[in-house]
């Protein structure tokens, strides 16, 4: 079946300090990359899309510039959290969508980022 | 204004019972509707999915019922057994080929033996 390791599973960090996160697609073709943020209230905020061999898409109020983003093939993603503050903690998700079974997204367990 | 609410927030029932969980939308572009469970402390696992081309869809226990006109879905789980306690997402999208989903803030199931 179709599995997406995240790695850490959680990070606790200072202050300014950075995370970087990865996301493993087993069993499947990841064509596409979702990252969200679900926050403490169990919210979900879409950070940015990612599709092998296309620009990376950032939503509003995120930026490449503080989530740096890299896809390189069809099971391997990573993300970065620069300079990590207060309102950076959270669960980062990544969904990846299986070319196999159009349209569903299958999550990781998410990376767990608290902020001292 | 939020593109997809859920409803109850909270939900209890008893063991057996049917709980029906509810889903609305404004976005009449949205045409795929998937429902993520999530338990404390892990990921959101994809449960089960219908396109708006069908007005209902099956998988065990769980069931989708789609309103294409209302814009309403709602997932019932029957013969509901303490192991479906968990926050139930729904979540729309009207571009399935990036997986860009819209998700409602979640209904809280508590089945209690």
């Known amino acids: 079946g179709a599995l997406v390791y995240q790695y850490p599973r959680r990070t606790i960090c200072k202050s300014g300090t950075s995370m970087r996160m990865e996301c493993q697609a087993v069993?499947?073709?990841?064509?596409?990359v979702a990252w969200y943020r679900q926050s403490p209230q169990k919210t979900f905020e879409l950070i940015a899309l990612s599709t092998v061999n296309s620009a990376i898409k950032y939503e509003q109020n995120f930026t490449q510039e503080k989530f740096p983003i890299s896809h390189p093939n069809l099971s391997f993603s990573s993300m970065t959290v620069l300079n990590a503050y207060l309102e950076d903690r959270g669960l980062y998700l990544c969904?990846?969508?299986?070319?196999?079974?159009?349209?569903?997204?299958?999550f990781g367990e998410g990376s767990k980022l608290t902020v001292l | 204004q939020q593109q997809v609410r859920q409803s109850p927030q909270s939900l209890t029932v008893w063991e057996g019972e049917t709980a029906i969980l509810n889903c609305s939308y404004e976005d009449s572009t949205f045409n795929y509707f998937p429902w993520y469970q999530q338990f404390p402390g892990e990921g959101p696992a994809l449960l089960i999915s219908?396109?708006?081309?069908?007005d209902k869809k099956e998988d065990g226990r769980f069931t989708i019922f789609f309103n294409k006109r209302e814009k309403k879905l709602s997932l019932h789980i029957t013969d509901s057994q303490p192991g479906d306690s968990a926050t139930y997402f729904c979540?729309?999208?009207?571009?399935?080929?990036?997986?860009?989903?819209?998700f409602g803030d979640g209904t809280v199931l508590t089945v209690k033996p």
């Open positions: 979540a729309a999208s009207s571009d399935t080929n990036t997986g860009k989903l819209t």
């Open positions: 969904g990846a969508r299986d070319r196999g079974n159009t349209g569903q997204l299958y």
């Open positions: 069993g499947f073709q990841a064509t596409s």
């Open positions: 219908i396109r708006s081309v069908s």
